[in-house]
Nanobody, 128 residues
Framework: EVQLVESGGGLVQTGGSLRLSCATS????????IGWFRQAPGKAREGVAC????????RYADSVKGRFTISSDNARLTVYLQMNSLKSEDTAVYYC?????????????????????WGQGTQVTVSS
């Protein structure tokens, strides 16, 4: 059973930082890509970043490039999203998702249909 559990969300001020964690289980980590998505109320879910479990390739949405960093601790089966210089427009529920076969990353990091299993999400609120 594939499981993903996000944690680390919270309330921060503009310009602050948070580190989100995605703890995974139930699969061979290097056979998967992990993506981070976010969804604000009333808006479509958008891809934020992804990491390829086999080759380590990463990709970022233009809106977060230079501010967010995705990384993985393969031994702990955990993927992180370090978020710096947070803006009010970063406010959203953040989800991690897995893609068996790693085909989503880097080319289809923003394609929800490429990811089969999703976590429950963690709320990030950036005060303005």
């Amino acid at each position: 059973e594939v499981q993903l559990v996000e944690s680390g969300g919270g309330l921060v001020q503009t310009g602050g930082s948070l580190r989100l964690s995605c703890a995974t289980s139930g699969f061979t980590f290097d056979d998967y890509a992990i993506g981070w998505f976010r969804q604000a109320p009333g808006k479509a879910r958008e891809g934020v970043a992804c990491i390829n479990g086999r080759n380590g390739i990463t990709r970022y949405a233009d809106s977060v490039k230079g501010r967010f960093t995705i990384s993985s601790d393969n031994a702990r089966l955990t993927v992180y999203l370090q978020m710096n210089s947070l803006k009010s427009e970063d406010t959203a529920v953040y989800y991690c998702a897995s893609d068996f076969g790693e085909r989503s990353c880097p080319y289809y990091y923003d394609d929800e249909t490429s990811f089969g299993d999703w976590g429950q999400g963690t709320q990030v609120t950036v005060s303005s």
